[in-house]
């Protein structure tokens, strides 16, 4: 069966599967998943109704029979890497790991990466994650050296390019040690005045410049009204623990806006009271927490001729009980720091709930690709409402198993309320790059 929409600007979608935490207003009864039964009606592109299955009369309004499968809003990728991905092909892990996946990167990005290169991966990307249903993202944009100058351009007008399509947010991503230069946060400041969306970020793990690197980007970011996103302790070192100095920085400090940390690895691999302690002031903080199961599980415990014995993620269940918006993204996308990927969220969720055990209830986690990436983004919230646009991912599962198992390759798009025929683009398109050719 295929769900064929009608050509009329007003349907409705009978006997759709709908998580009832992701409508506006509960609809009982739920069934063993979490999963409302409702008619979604929809008209010139926006939701108008949701209503419990059959209570309402269609009508004139043709009819789309879901017959209980399963409706999603469109996903959130939170944290990825756009002007990095896809240079595998050019620039190989040698193998596998966390420093030669840095160093085989510095390589190709002095050497290759111009505008129009960085453009036309960025948009290779945007293309996949928009055929899979991805209604917004934020990427981190490599800010060092002459790199800055480069790519912050090429963001922005992507971020042009795509509006209406795809919210795109970005973060520049240098480590600590840079600011000891002046003029790199000047050239920083100037970039994200210029063509930035309001955050500021750096990778950090534990090192002497640690707290005076933080006080400088935050004293920044608040003198500018901006937001904060950090790589933290990505590494298996219990040892790394930047993830408490950011959380106390940010208490100390009173820092008023939004807040997330991605990877926190190491935070999985320390002592329950040291852990404890930390998760504690990441949600009196307020921070909200990105983790990457693929790349972590790719790159972290990697030990040529050894199997990994832990799956690198951080220690998430944990930040979640303690209140704090947690939530799961894509990542890198085949590039040295991951070899797979296709910013398809629906794959990420797939990998995340073998990976982390985002089931049981699976419920309390589907909010991990949509709502709260939206809530962390301070975008709409990633539920089903009347009122808003008509966008939503129809699937012919009718629960998480049927969900899960497969990769939803059947998946309708609809944007607006069209079906939309967007396909991943063909990886030939890359050939013309500098040393993508096959
Ligand atoms: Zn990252």
Same mark, same amino acid.
């Given at each position: 069966m295929t769900f064929a929409l009608p050509a009329a600007r007003r349907y409705a979608l009978r006997q759709a599967r709908v998580l009832g935490r992701m409508l506006p207003k509960l609809i009982p009864p739920l069934d063993f998943d979490g999963f409302a039964t409702v008619d979604i009606f929809v008209d010139e592109g926006a939701i108008t109704k949701i209503l419990p299955a059959g209570v309402d009369d269609f009508g004139e309004t043709p009819e789309v029979a879901m017959s209980g499968r399963i409706v999603l809003p469109l996903f959130v990728d939170v944290h990825t890497h756009l002007d990095k991905g896809h240079i595998w092909r050019r620039k190989r892990n040698p193998v596998g790991d966390f420093p030669s996946a840095l160093a085989a990167t510095l390589e190709d990005r002095s050497a290759n990466w111009s505008a129009a290169d960085v453009a036309a991966r960025m948009e290779f990307s945007l293309r996949c994650a928009y055929a899979h249903g991805t209604t917004a993202i934020r990427t981190h944009i490599d800010s060092v050296g002459p790199q800055t100058r480069i790519s912050w351009p090429v963001l922005a007008e992507a971020r042009e390019r795509w509006l209406g399509r795809i919210d795109l947010q970005a973060s520049p991503l240098f480590t600590i040690d840079h600011l000891a230069n002046a003029s790199h946060l000047a050239d920083i400041e100037a970039m994200l005045d210029a063509y930035g969306t309001g955050i500021l970020g750096a990778a950090i793990r534990m090192e002497p410049g640690l707290r005076d690197g933080l006080r400088i980007l935050f004293e920044l970011a608040e003198r500018k009204g901006w937001e904060l996103d950090f790589h933290v302790d990505e590494s298996s070192d219990p040892a790394a623990r930047s993830l408490k100095v950011v959380a106390d920085v940010a208490i100390e400090r009173r820092f008023a806006r939004p807040i997330l940390v991605g990877h926190c690895c190491s935070l999985a691999l320390q002592e329950d009271d040291e852990r404890r302690r930390t998760v504690d002031a990441v949600a009196r903080a307020g921070l909200s927490v990105v983790s990457l199961p693929m790349c972590n599980m790719f790159l972290q415990d990697r030990q040529t001729g050894r199997t990994p014995?832990?799956?690198?993620?951080?220690?998430l269940h944990e930040l979640k009980r303690a209140g704090v918006n947690v939530m799961i993204a894509s990542d890198n996308t085949r590039d040295p720091f991951y070899?797979?990927? =296709?910013?398809d969220m629906m794959e990420v969720w797939r990998e995340g709930v073998r990976i982390?055990?985002? =089931?049981?209830?699976f419920a309390d986690w589907?909010?991990?690709?949509s709502a709260s990436p939206a809530k962390a983004m301070g975008l709409d919230p990633g539920v089903l409402h009347p009122g808003s646009a008509a966008n939503m991912i129809l699937t012919k599962a009718r629960d998480f198993t049927e969900l899960l198992a497969r990769p939803q390759s059947d998946r309708v798009v609809v944007r607006n309320g069209e079906a939309s025929n967007a396909k991943p683009p063909d990886y030939a398109e890359l050939d013309a790059l500098e040393g993508l050719a096959p």
């Open positions: 014995r832990w799956r690198g993620v951080t220690a070899a797979y990927g =296709d910013m982390l055990h985002l =089931d049981y209830p589907a909010e991990a690709v």
